[in-house]
């Protein structure tokens, strides 16, 4: 297990842009393949983008192509979700999760670990 902070939320309006922080404790991070979920009011939590341990091979979720770049930073034990062109349909509470497997990661598995979740606001 790792711990996971996320931070890097807030209101923004229809267009703007905002990037998320996930910092992870421990020295093995780069162990882990990385991901980002949001969950909004009244539905499911759903995967948003995942990264691979080294950071060489990226997935994400359709609507979020071309939007949304998910990066990480090995050295400071953090992975980032830049977000831009963002929607009000965005407006969630976006959660990072660490897993050693990027197939389990993607899945949302139980046995990841997960962060308490940031809240990001998107104003019509």
């Known amino acids: 297990q790792v711990q996971l902070v996320e931070s890097g939320g807030g209101l923004v309006q229809a267009g703007g842009s905002l990037r998320l922080s996930c910092a992870a404790d421990?020295?093995?991070?780069?162990?882990?393949?990385m991901a980002w979920f949001r969950q909004a009011p009244g539905k499911e939590r759903e995967f948003v983008a995942a990264i691979t341990r080294s950071g060489g091979s990226t997935y994400y979720r359709d609507p979020m192509k071309g939007r949304f770049t998910i990066s990480r930073d090995n050295a400071k034990n953090t992975v980032y979700l830049q977000m831009n062109s963002l929607k009000p349909e965005d407006t969630a509470v976006y959660y990072c999760a660490a897993n050693l497997g990027y197939s389990a990661v993607i899945a949302g598995s139980a046995e990841s670990s997960w962060g308490q979740g940031t809240q990001v606001t998107v104003s019509s």
């Open positions: 421990g020295r093995t991070f780069s162990s882990y393949a």
